[in-house]
């Protein structure tokens, strides 16, 4: 049940993932379909389907028939799927793309020239209690702020040829009407 329950979980995240990639209603909704369905067919057991079709057989007759009880509800299926369903969430989405994509980089230099990371010595500029109140960082963060901005500014005055002359020329910046 444990083992079902990570695997259930797993592909609802999947299925999650998956249609927020998507941009149209149906890419979404076969994003969702695909892997939700793959986990009905397999027999995996979520908690949040459980907590509706466990009790409505129960309603139906599975007590009578079956002898299915609320204590083998909650201690025989609920609780074994959820730590499942824990598990699944926690280490397969969340624990393993961190581990995989967030966390080596956290590791490496910084591309920016900033210090690594996990220098003892430095606080990441935040002027907190670690190392320097932002040590060299600061001045390596502002240069790197304005040669973005010189690039951003150099894509839109080539983008606006006619706008920028004029403003080179002197034309107002706010409340004149920009140059024909």
């Not at 444990?2 to 890419?27: C, D, E, H, P």
């Not at 389907?49 to 201690?75: K, R």
């Not at 900033?114 to 240069?143: K, L």
């Amino acid at each position: 049940m444990f083992v079902k329950g990570i695997g259930a979980n797993w592909l609802v995240n999947v299925a999650i993932y998956m249609q927020l990639t998507s941009r149209s209603a149906g890419g979404k909704i076969a994003a969702l379909w695909l892997p939700i369905t793959t986990f009905v067919a397999l027999g995996l057991e979520h908690a949040v389907a459980n907590m509706f079709l466990i009790p409505f057989g129960m309603l139906v007759g599975a007590t009578e028939l079956h002898g299915v009880g609320v204590y083998d509800l909650l201690a025989g299926n609920m609780l074994p799927c959820v730590l499942g369903n824990f598990v699944g969430a926690t280490v397969f989405m969340s624990f393993l793309p961190w581990y995989t994509d967030w966390y080596p980089n956290v590791r490496a230099r910084r591309s920016d020239g900033g210090p690594p990371a996990d220098d003892p010595n430095h606080d990441g500029g935040t002027g907190g209690n670690g190392g320097t109140a932002g040590g060299d960082y600061q001045p390596r963060r502002q240069a790197r702020q304005e040669r973005e901005a010189s690039q951003a500014s150099k894509l839109w005055h080539g983008k606006y040829p006619r706008y920028s002359e004029a403003l080179r020329a002197g034309a107002p910046r706010n409340g004149g009407t920009p140059p024909e």
